[in-house]
């Protein structure tokens, strides 16, 4: 299989690569660590962006209301401070 495209054992077809992991050209998946994150196809996995969590093997997660993060590469966001929100 190309790079970013995974197949079962002696599959006849090679198949998208999921979310949250990564393809190699021996069609083996492995899931992305926490922190890190992939798209559909992905060959490696990406660092996770400020205002996002990426807790490992899954898309980005887009921090929820009255949660933050803006640091790249994690794997949880952090509760608002007493006195602020993020809407």
Known sequence: CPEGKTSAARASACGVCPPGYQCSVTG???PCAPGTYSNDDATECSQCP?????PGATDKQ??????YQNAT??????????GKHQY
Not at 62 to 67: D, E, P, R, W
């Open 50 to 54: 400020p205002g996002h969590y990426c």
């Open 73 to 82: 590469s994690q794997a949880e966001c952090v509760a608002c401070p007493g």
């Open 62 to 67: 887009q921090c929820l209301v009255g949660t």
């Open 28 to 30: 083996g998946t492995t």
